[in-house]
């Protein structure tokens, strides 16, 4: 299987400032078609999770490009360039290179 | 609106069955994969299973294979998990969803299964 970890797995952010989660692969995610098979969710309290980055840095429809998504094989960042309020939540990463598909452990932003 | 709506989840004895259902509306549900993701209480996202779009190959996760089987009815728009043999370990929030771009684009809201005994 592999294996995705993410860090940090808590991110206390001040409102305006910038933030950034790091997840890591065990093995390279770069498909043979030049496509990283790295997404990123954001799963607010209470709600199911929502798609921000596809391909590893491709922002999905209606995501603010305050969020942007960065890296290849296997070490990848998400940015947010300013937190806004609305941003708190569990971060993850997915791979879907092989199967069993695999997250990573989320990561809490929380604002300070 | 794209909307994927989950239900039949609820309460069951260990070594029980559940079958759980997504209705797809507002996308052509006949041209996507689509998967189950599940969520234990306070634990990270698990995927599942997934489906190709005209349900002739399956894919799941080992732990899963042989008692869960995902399948589906493209001419109701309707995604299915069969669960059996069902564990405590099986408590979890489960949730469908559509693949798109070696991603789950989509989500539903999901429906808690409760295994308890």
């Known amino acids: 299987d592999i294996v995705v970890t993410q860090s940090p797995l808590s991110l206390p952010v001040t409102p305006g400032e910038p933030a950034s989660i790091s997840c890591r692969s065990g093995?390279?995610?770069?498909?043979?078609?030049?496509?990283?098979?790295l997404g990123w969710y954001l799963q607010k309290p209470g709600q199911s999770p929502q798609l921000l980055i596809y391909?590893?840095?491709n922002r999905a429809s209606g995501v603010p490009d305050r969020f942007s998504g960065s890296g290849s094989g296997t070490d990848f960042t998400l940015k947010i360039s300013r937190v806004e309020a609305e941003d708190v939540g569990v971060y993850y990463c997915?791979?879907?290179?092989?199967?069993?598909?695999?997250f990573g452990q989320g990561t809490r932003l929380e604002i300070k | 609106e794209v909307q994927l709506v989950e239900s039949g989840g609820g309460l069951v004895q260990p070594g029980g069955s559940l079958r759980l259902s997504c209705a797809a509306s507002?996308?052509?549900?006949?041209?996507?994969?689509m998967g189950w993701v599940r969520q234990a209480p306070g634990m990270r996202l698990e995927w599942v299973a997934n489906?190709?779009?005209?349900?002739?190959?399956?894919f799941y996760v080992d732990s899963m294979r042989g008692r869960f089987t995902i399948s589906r009815d493209n001419a109701r728009n309707l995604l299915y998990l069969q669960m059996n043999s069902l564990r405590a370990e099986d408590t979890a929030v489960y949730y469908c969803?559509?693949?798109?771009?070696?991603?789950?684009?989509?989500w539903g809201r999901g429906t808690m299964v409760t295994v308890f005994s």
């Open positions: 507002g996308f052509t549900f006949s041209s996507h994969w």
């Open positions: 093995q390279s995610l770069l498909q043979s078609n030049g496509y990283n098979h």
């Open positions: 391909f590893g840095s």
């Open positions: 997915m791979q879907a290179l092989q199967n069993p598909i695999t």
């Open positions: 489906i190709v779009q005209d349900g002739s190959e399956k």
């Open positions: 969803a559509r693949a798109h771009n070696a991603v789950f684009d989509i």
